[in-house]
């Protein structure tokens, strides 16, 4: 049974930092690619960042490039999300999902959706 | 960036009716590059259906998904009392991916 085990979440005032950490289990863990996924308050569902099977290689949304990193560490099959520089704007339940992917588009961004979520950590930007 | 439009906003069904859930984008979708999940309140998201049509493991056949180009459709034949939930459209067929900002399917 694939489980996904998020942690990290937490108060932190602006301009902070936070690492968030995913434990993952079930599956062959470097194998897939994996995801962050995040919740505002009472929004909708937007991608954050996603990073390769073996780590290679990263991607992020323009809202948090320059200020998030995506690792992983696949012999602790584990999966993070540093986040620097923190605004109010990122308050939200942050999610690890695992990725199932579809080739590359055009511009050779892989092509990703999520078939496993956890239960997401919540993470609030306030002084 | 593509933009995905999910109609209607809220849903008011009874037990039983057939649900018709759409989810429109601003450019075509490459090769119906999409995905639906459902959410309920406190929980994460659930993968349905995938590449537009096919249905996620577990997931029991009353869900269908249809379309390509720039209308897809998600469908819930008979609804049971579970299915009342949020429904997210997602595209991945190019960066970045997107969501819709969701459907609620609420108990009439």
């Known amino acids: 049974e694939v489980q996904l085990v998020e942690s990290g979440g937490g108060l932190v005032q602006p301009g902070g930092s936070l690492r968030l950490s995913c434990a993952a289990s079930g599956f062959t863990f470097s194998s897939y690619a994996m995801s962050w996924v995040r919740q505002a308050p009472g929004k909708g569902l937007e991608w954050v960042s996603a990073i390769s099977g073996s780590g290679g290689s990263t991607y992020y949304a323009d809202s948090v490039k320059g200020r998030f990193t995506i690792s992983r560490d696949n012999s602790k099959n584990t999966l993070y999300l540093q986040m620097n520089s923190l605004r109010a704007e990122d308050t939200a339940v942050y999610y690890c999902?695992?990725?199932?992917?579809?080739?590359?588009?055009?511009?050779?961004?892989?092509?990703?959706?999520?078939?496993?979520w956890g239960q997401g950590t919540l993470v609030t930007v306030s002084s | 960036e593509i933009v995905l439009t999910q109609s209607p906003a809220t849903l008011s069904l009874s037990p039983g009716e057939r649900a018709t859930l759409s989810c429109g984008a601003s450019?075509?979708?490459?090769?119906?590059?999409l995905a639906w999940y459902q959410q309920k309140p406190g929980l994460a998201p659930r993968l349905l259906i995938y590449?537009?049509?096919s249905r996620a493991t577990g997931i029991p056949d009353r869900f269908s998904g249809s379309g390509s180009g720039t209308d897809f459709t998600l469908t819930i034949s008979r609804l049971e009392p579970e299915d009342f939930a949020v429904y997210y459209c997602q595209q991945y067929g190019s960066s970045p991916y997107t969501f819709g900002q969701g459907t609620k399917l609420e108990i009439k």
């Open positions: 450019q075509s979708v490459s090769s119906s590059y």
């Open positions: 999902a695992k990725n199932q992917a579809r080739g590359y588009d055009s511009s050779g961004y892989p092509r990703y959706y999520f078939d496993y």
């Open positions: 590449d537009a049509s």
